[in-house]
């Protein structure tokens, strides 16, 4: 007999543990319950499960895009077989639930609803271990129950779901015929609930019912997900809870619209002082992060108060309200001063913020993102119409350093600004002041934008320290720079400007500029940048006038950088072009630069104006220029590249000897542009 050379299979495997023993691996760490081929086979089966759940989400997509989003569980069920996951037959229905059914693949089973696919387990796994286990795990306001039961020897017939204080809430969907079953609940937590809830089930057989541990959950202290948390979140903070130091986060889009409405009555703004107490001041002074969500249907019609109105009526000095956009409308019909979309009055900071909320202050002041800012309102958009009797403003009425409601802030208090703001919506006042970004301002403006029309009807006041027309602000006392406007502003009284109407004294306007937009008054004072101007300085700016653009002025005084000079102003570095700078009632009074000055202490320095426009470069009025040093161009030297030492962009940088000006055929119509706020 030939002698057998072959290895023997017992030889193999011995020869394989010598090798895994020799490599200093334990034969536990590959075989055991826990070892490395119990978890690769634990890692594809998980990686199976994954697959099948996401075929099924794929086909319920596809059902949704055609029957854009009004689909049924049966909808779901044809297109799941359409799709050939899994045979006809193998999705059945589950005892007492019409709104469910069962799904097997592979033996693996799912439950399927309308909007929901979830693993329960597996036909041919038999339990070994007698369980009822439930792990509670909880996120964004979500408590995701997962059950673990297990009978063996009988088939489960029913898991029921308990919470401690209110007994049995729900018998959960299985389905029949099995003793292992895996499943998830997921259960919405309401905001600040009064107390911590406790759940537990019950597995129940053939002969044995098995209980769980009990679970004890934490109360939703930060998540707010529904119009409900969001109105227990008001009634808290107008209770005297300011949520210092904490995080309150948005995590879905709220409709309001039962909450608040004509019929139920008005929004009750989160945090308000009545009758101006402030130390009696109720306020929200944590973070409110909409992580990009929505509030829709606000509804606040006030009749009989005087409070700070709004989504948040107060936000206090430590307060934070940021990522959110609210849709809704908005009335005030007493003699209420701040008055807003999002929030009435802010002493703290608005950032990211879009406010769709139609805005009427039937007696005062009103603004989009807040009414009254005596804080910092970042990076924010309005969107819609905002209309106050004396002063309106898309960001805020007004922003100005008023007395802060608290006394725990720091020595150093913030002062009030507005940065990277934009308007698109109509700002309407019926009185005397309003502006795309502010109305009255006596604070920080810097890199804003107005596309909208701003109006003020001439009705009330029109004193020289209370009106103004602007696309930035209607009046200013405080420097705005590196802002823009291309809407229309009209003032159906005097001093309209694109960027502000009416500028007090020692004012700065600083790399701003006016492109088409239509500015006019129904008296005095129209200007491309500033309508009125007591004294300062307007630098590094400019006006385009062109095609179907105008500045005009009803009585008299329209001028392409500033209308009127009252005291003394420096205009440098500017260029104005556009032939469109109309004071109807005279031939005079009107300026490619200036229309008029009252003064003998005006400068302009450095302007390049559009030849041949039949404009002087200033209205005298008898008076004399300290100096002029503006020069005519072609409009083509307008074009002219920034290297080329004709073109109008070098000479402006060549006059500061620094590069604050470009020239690009793609941009601003291939005239010269800010570089700072080439995106404006």
């Known amino acids: 007999m030939k002698k057998n050379e072959g290895i023997t299979l017992v030889a193999l495997v011995v020869t394989i543990v010598i090798l895994i023993i020799l490599a200093g691996i334990s034969i536990r760490l590959v075989l055991g319950e826990n070892g490395i081929v119990t978890k690769s086979k634990e890692s594809k089966k998980q990686m199976k499960i994954a697959e099948y759940i996401d075929k099924v989400e794929l086909s319920r997509g596809e059902i949704a895009i055609e029957n854009l989003g009004n689909i049924t569980l049966e909808d779901v069920v044809k297109q799941i077989y359409k799709d050939k996951i899994v045979p ?30 979830e693993y329960i387990g597996n036909s041919n796994d038999e339990a070994t271990v007698k369980e009822a286990k439930m792990i509670a795990n909880t996120t964004d306001g979500i408590v995701t129950l997962t059950i673990k039961a297990g009978m063996p020897g009988e088939i489960i017939q029913k898991i029921e779901l308990y919470e401690e204080d209110k007994g049995k809430i729900e018998n959960l969907v299985i389905p029949t015929g099995m003793s292992k079953i895996q499943k998830e609940k997921a259960i919405e937590l309401p905001f600040y609930e009064e107390i911590d809830r406790v759940y537990y089930i019950k597995v129940i057989g053939n002969a044995t ?74 306020y929200f002074d944590g973070k409110y992060n909409g992580n990009g969500r929505q509030i829709n249907n606000l509804y606040i019609n006030e009749k009989n108060r005087e409070i700070q109105i709004g989504l948040f009526g107060i936000l206090g000095y430590n307060g934070i309200i940021e990522n959110l956009t609210v849709q809704g409308e908005v009335t005030s019909q007493e003699e209420n001063k701040a008055v807003a979309g999002i929030v009435g009055r802010n002493d703290g900071i608005i950032e990211n913020c879009v406010n769709m909320v139609e805005v009427n202050s039937i007696k005062n002041t009103a603004g ?11 990076k924010c958009i309005n969107k819609s119409n905002i209309y106050g009797k004396y002063c309106a403003g898309g960001i805020a009425s007004s922003n100005q350093k ?68 602007g696309g930035i602000a209607g009046e200013t006392t405080a420097n705005i720079v590196n802002c823009s406007n291309r809407g229309w502003i ?61 500045i005009k002025a009803g009585v008299g005084n329209a001028g392409g950088i500033a209308a009127t000079c ?12 556009g032939n469109n700078i109309q004071s109807e009632e005279s031939s005079s009074y009107k300026g490619s630069i200036v229309g008029v000055i009252q003064n003998n202490e005006t400068s302009i320095e450095n302007c390049y104006y ?58 601003n119509g291939g005239y010269p542009y800010l570089l700072e706020n080439k995106e404006r």
């Open 88 to 117: 006809k037959g193998n999705i059945t229905k589950l005892e007492d639930n019409k709104s469910a059914k069962m799904l097997t693949k592979e033996g693996y089973i799912f439950i399927i609803t309308q909007d929901t696919v």
């Open 368 to 378: 989009g993102i807040t009414g009254l800012n005596n804080g910092s309102v970042k």
């Open 402 to 469: 008023v007395e802060v409601i608290q006394n725990d802030i720091p020595n150093t208090i913030r002062s009030p600004e507005i940065i990277e703001c934009t308007n698109e919506g109509n700002i309407t006042a019926d009185g005397y002041i309003a502006g795309g970004i502010v109305g009255k301002n006596t604070e920080k403006i810097e890199n804003c934008k107005n596309t909208g029309t701003v109006k003020t009807q001439g009705q009330l006041d029109t004193s020289t320290t209370g009106s103004g027309t």
């Open 566 to 577: 009252k005291i003394n102003l420096l205009v440098k570095n500017c260029y104005s072009i």
């Open 490 to 550: 009209k003032a159906d009284w005097s001093w309209a400007g694109g960027i502000t109407g009416h500028a007090g004294e020692n004012v700065k306007i600083d790399k701003c500029y006016n492109e088409n937009g239509m500015i006019e008054t129904l008296n005095y004072s129209a200007g491309g940048i500033v309508g009125r101007i007591e004294s300062g300085t307007i630098e590094n700016s400019y006006n385009i006038s062109l095609g179907e653009s105008y």
């Open 209 to 282: 019912t098995l209980e769980s541990e009990k679970v004890k959950i934490e109360k939703n202290t930060n998540t707010i997900r529904t119009a409900n948390d969001l109105k227990r979140f008001a009634t808290l903070v107008n209770n005297g809870e300011k949520f210092k130091g904490q995080t309150i986060n948005q995590v879905e889009n709220i409709n309001l619209s039962e909450i608040c409405n004509s019929n139920v009555g008005s929004w009750e703004p989160i945090g308000y002082i009545v009758g101006g107490n402030l130390e009696e001041a109720n």
């Open 610 to 667: 559009e030849k041949g426009t039949s404009l002087e470069i200033v209205f005298l009025d008898g008076y004399t220029l300290k100096k002029n040093t503006a020069i005519e161009k072609e409009l083509s030297e307008f074009k002219l590249n920034a290297r080329n030492e004709n073109s109008v962009t070098y000479a402006l940088n060549n006059y500061i000897n620094s590069e604050i000006w470009g020239q690009e055929a793609s941009i």
